[in-house]
């Protein structure tokens, strides 16, 4: 059995949604610290030609705080990332399919930043027609203090994973060796280059999938998330 475990983002790049895809099980971590000046709560988005950041405002907390005990903030004013959203994308060829899905996303009423990521996740997932499986990581029985790689190994093994799919990143943190002494074969996913056309102006890559979604179908992204990678 493939696994994955990644942090929650909202609304992230393709990349997640094919580390996703290349899963049997996908972990979403809650139960670790919330990265103030990371891409949990934001993305980017195309306006006018360029990339652009929109987010989800937090309630003001303690930096020392996991994602799951992060609140949105109360004043988050949905209506104008959702004007946001349609004023940069209204004339983009699926923007009728894609808009709805995203403003079920925006408007969903969650509090907790952690809840309001996942639905988005898995908002997203069905909406491609993904079958993975996604699971929240404290919902699995392991020793929740472990750090890194030592807590990637003890996730594996309690779901009985064959191998252990992470984002090319990762490949300086995690050893191969550690993980073949667990029986576990681990792989990387590297995307490669996916462009297509954005109102006719040069390409900005690795946006949101929301930037993805509105200029492509969803077979043409199927294809993108099932093939237009390779693992290492």
């Known amino acids: ?22 899963a049997d099980v996908f972990v979403v971590y809650d139960n670790i610290k919330y990265t103030k000046k990371g891409w949990i709560n934001r993305n980017r ?36 990332l959702l004007n946001q959203i349609q004023g940069a994308y209204r004339r983009a060829p699926f923007f009728a399919q894609t808009f709805p899905l995203v403003e079920k996303i925006v408007r969903h009423q969650e509090v907790g930043l952690f809840d309001f990521l996942y639905q988005a996740i898995v908002a997203v997932r069905d909406h491609l027609g993904i079958s993975t499986e996604i699971t929240i990581s404290s919902d699995i029985a392991i020793d929740h203090g472990l750090k890194n790689q030592d807590k990637v190994l003890a996730l594996c093994a309690e779901l009985g994973a064959s191998t252990y799919v992470n984002a090319i990143g990762g490949m300086e943190l995690y050893s191969r060796e550690a993980f073949r002494e667990r029986g576990i074969d681990l792989k990387f996913i590297r995307s490669l280059p996916f462009s297509y056309p954005q109102f006719g102006e040069p390409f900005v890559p690795w946006l949101s999938i929301v930037d993805v979604m509105m200029f492509n179908p969803v077979e043409t992204i199927q294809t993108c998330i099932s093939t237009n990678h390779e693992l290492i």
Do not use: H, W
């Open 1 to 22: 059995m493939k696994v994955a475990i990644m942090q929650p983002y909202f609304l992230p790049y393709v990349g997640y949604f094919q580390l996703l895809a290349a």
């Open 45 to 80: 988005l195309l306006q006018n030609g360029k990339d652009v950041t929109f987010s989800v405002p937090l309630k003001s907390a303690s930096d020392s705080l996991l994602v799951c005990q992060r609140e949105v903030a109360a004043d988050f004013d949905r209506d104008k």
